[in-house]
């Protein structure tokens, strides 16, 4: 049976190795933790920058945009500007209806394909296990941009330029970085619920669907929020195999903006904050069960 205990922190010493008195650690530790909190909060005012900025941009004229020296707060707030830019000349909101189907399509096929071959390799036992999970990480040291071409030459010989075909069937293959994730976690999970539902007679396929995945919640919810956001952001391939204004993503749509002659900046930042909402929403609705995700994927496995 085991016991826990709690570890005390050690009491702060002087150069000497003399240790200090109570108060002396007590004033010690309020330092050390007012100065993390003052790094901290430091760090989060030099991210939070741009994000403060862009909110601002989309708030200003097309004078106060030009101005020089730069203004950080608009004379009046435009809100104008994001009915201006979303509904303008260009039809963002069919970007968005085109990123939504983009996006939901490959989240599913990277559940359905990184969930299958997370749990065999972390719970079945088969020669060479070892090394095919190895080949599989090392595929991640290849840079995505090596494969463009060779990509390329083999989806327009298919005939799926300009389909979202090319986005959303390689999704369907596996992402090594998510079997990696899930793989983790699985070994987390204790072998004796797996030996008590095999027992009862439950088959791989039922204990992964009954046992593995209700566990697995949260590094679902990881991978989930890592593929939405990718998909979501992506914009590199799309603008390679899309080419027609109807199968467009918002990505896109916002690179559009930028003009021969002139770059509507404040329409620009409207349109671009309204694009983060959704990851925004969803990150902070499940940000307790993505954190618990990541950090227990962390973990080493077996």
């Known amino acids: 049976m085991l016991v826990e205990t709690a570890v005390k922190p050690a009491r702060p010493t002087r150069p000497g190795g003399k240790p200090l008195s109570s108060e002396q650690a007590e004033r010690v530790r309020r330092i050390r933790r007012s100065g993390a909190y003052i790094?901290?909060?430091?760090?989060s005012a030099v991210f939070l920058l741009p994000f403060l900025w862009m909110?601002?941009?989309?708030?200003?004229?097309?004078?106060?945009?030009?101005?020089?020296?730069?203004?950080?707060?608009?004379?009046?707030?435009?809100f104008d500007n994001y009915a201006k830019g979303w509904s303008g000349s260009l039809p963002f909101t069919r970007f968005l209806l085109n990123t939504i189907v983009i996006t939901a399509l490959s989240m599913a096929g990277n559940l359905v394909s990184c969930i299958l071959p997370a749990y065999a390799f972390a719970r079945l036992r088969a020669r060479a296990a070892g090394f095919m999970f190895a080949a599989l990480l090392a595929t991640m040291m290849i840079p995505r941009e090596i494969t463009l071409v060779p990509k390329f030459v083999m989806f327009s010989k298919l005939g799926w330029v300009d389909t979202y075909l090319p986005l959303v069937v390689p999704e369907f293959f596996g992402v090594a970085l998510y079997i990696f994730l899930l793989r983790q976690f699985f070994t987390t999970i204790p072998q004796e619920l797996i030996d008590a539902a095999r027992i009862d007679g439950a088959s791989e396929l039922r204990i992964l669907w009954s046992v593995m995945l209700p566990l697995a919640r949260p590094a679902i919810a990881a991978i989930c929020l890592f593929?939405?956001?990718?998909?979501?952001?992506?914009?590199?391939?799309?603008s390679i195999y899309l080419r027609s204004m109807e199968k467009i993503t918002l990505a896109q749509g916002l690179g559009m903006f930028n003009g021969q002659y002139v770059t509507q900046y404040n329409q620009m930042m409207a349109v671009a904050l309204v694009s983060m909402l959704p990851i925004l929403v969803i990150f902070f609705l499940a940000q307790k069960t993505f954190i618990r995700g990541v950090t227990l994927t962390g973990i080493a496995g077996r």
């Open 55 to 78: 909110v601002t941009t989309s708030l200003k004229s097309d004078a106060e945009n030009l101005a020089f020296p730069p203004q950080w707060l608009p004379d009046s707030f435009n």
């Open 227 to 238: 593929s939405f956001v990718g998909n979501w952001n992506q914009y590199l391939e799309n």
């Open 39 to 43: 790094l901290l909060a430091i760090s």
